[in-house]
C-alpha cells in the first residue's frame, strides 16, 4: 500500500485568502484525487491530478477555486482560493494502488476558514 | 447515475453485539465495491473490499458480500467492540472512469461498553 503525506494537517485561514495543500507519496502512482469532506458529510471527488497536464474536475468545481499542480508521480499540490467560510472541509488526497483497484487516503488537511 | 446508499446513523450498539450496516448501489456495469473506515481523529482507511458478485470482503472480524441480484454490500461483524467505533463509509469504483469512487453519505457506530 502507499504511504501519503499532507501538510498542512490543520490551519485556519481568513476569508479571501487562499491555502496550498501539498501531497507527498512514498512511491510513484499513476492516478492521484483530491476529495472534500465537508463537517458530518461524506466525501466528494473535487478533481483528478494528470501528472504533466491540466486536472480534470468534477461538476461544481473549478480550476479558479481550486488549482491543481502534479509536477511529477509523487506529489500534487491543491490551493483553496478566495477563501470563504462553506470552504471549512477537510481536504483529502487520495492515489490508486498499481493496479487501479483500490485507493487509499492521505490524513487529510482541516481547513476552517473565518 | 452511479450511487450508494446506506444506512443512516448513528448506530449505537452494546459491546459484543452483532452489527449491520446496509448498503445499496447502482450502477452501469459491474463495479467494486468497498468499505472504508474513519476512526476518531484519523485518515479514511479500507476495510474491506469485493471486486465481483458473490465475493466476499473480510478484514478485523467483519464481512461483506457482493450479492448482484439485491445490488448490496452490507458489512457484518458477529461481536462488536468498543475499538469498532468509527464511521463506515461504503463505496464503488465506477469501472467506466478509472478509479473514480463514489461514496456513501457514512454511518456513525458508537459501541458502549
Known amino acids: 500500500s502507499a504511504v501519503i503525506s499532507q501538510k498542512p494537517s490543520r490551519d485556519i485561514c481568513q476569508r479571501g485568502t487562499s491555502l496550498t495543500i501539498q501531497c507527498q507519496v512514498d512511491s510513484q502512482v499513476t492516478m492521484m484525487f483530491w476529495y472534500r469532506q465537508q463537517p458530518g458529510q461524506s466525501l466528494t471527488l473535487i478533481a483528478t491530478a494528470n501528472q504533466g497536464s491540466e486536472a480534470t474536475y468534477e461538476s461544481g468545481f473549478v480550476i479558479d477555486k481550486f488549482p491543481i499542480s502534479r509536477p511529477n508521480l509523487t506529489f500534487s499540490t491543491l490551493t483553496v482560493s478566495n477563501m470563504s467560510p462553506e470552504d471549512s472541509s477537510i481536504y483529502l488526497c487520495?492515489?490508486?494502488?498499481?493496479?487501479?483497484?483500490?485507493?487509499?487516503f492521505g490524513p487529510g488537511t482541516r481547513l476552517l476558514v473565518l | 447515475g452511479d450511487s450508494v446508499t446506506q444506512m443512516e446513523g448513528p448506530v449505537t450498539l452494546s459491546e459484543e453485539a452483532f452489527l449491520t450496516i446496509n448498503c445499496t448501489y447502482t450502477?452501469?456495469?459491474?463495479?467494486?465495491l468497498f468499505w472504508y473506515v474513519q476512526y476518531p481523529g484519523e485518515g479514511l482507511q479500507l476495510l474491506l473490499k469485493a471486486t465481483k458478485a458473490d465475493d466476499k470482503g473480510s478484514n478485523k472480524g467483519f464481512e461483506a458480500t457482493y450479492r448482484k441480484e439485491t445490488t448490496s454490500f452490507h458489512l457484518e461483524k458477529g461481536s462488536v467492540q468498543v475499538s469498532d467505533s468509527a464511521v463506515y463509509f461504503c463505496a464503488l469504483r465506477v469501472y467506466s472512469s478509472a478509479s473514480k469512487i463514489i461514496f456513501g453519505s457514512g454511518t456513525r457506530l458508537s459501541i458502549r461498553p
Open positions: 487520495s492515489v490508486t494502488d498499481r493496479g487501479g483497484e483500490t485507493q487509499y
Open positions: 450502477a452501469t456495469g459491474y463495479p467494486s
